[in-house]
């Protein structure tokens, strides 16, 4: 089994509620990894402008955005509204993660472990940071840290 991160890595599984049974074996591998996945389906809300702000709000606060990639996924419009929030918000961390070639039957194959394992500790390899700034900036510089503090980064001015 692949060891847990240090720290935790927050992501965004952005999926057709068809493919729920692949993608709930695929945020049970991420969360053995220290992750915490956040996948929705919401009934409970029925204005589409609220739904679509808690999911831009969800994704906004999330780490990485995984794709879980099948036709299901392509043909759903609440999908296609996630990539583009995503996008709009400028998401690095996004992983586009096919869902019919990375399963044998109904569990993950090595190659997508590790494959996830991988890019989840490249994204933890920067511990330390040195931030060199004006002391006028400083009000600027302090959310940053705060922010990036959360990831197990450290910082030394």
Known sequence: MDKPLKQRVYIFLSHSHQDIDKVRVLRNYLESLNT??????LLSLTDKDAI????ENEIDARLWFIYCDSENARNSNWVKTEIQIAKKLGKTNFITFDLDTMFDKDSLKLEAKRYLAEYANNIFKLKKIFLSYSNKDRYLVLPITHELSKFGIEFFF
């Open 52 to 55: 679509t702000e808690l999911i």
């Open 36 to 41: 915490e996945p956040i996948m929705f389906f």
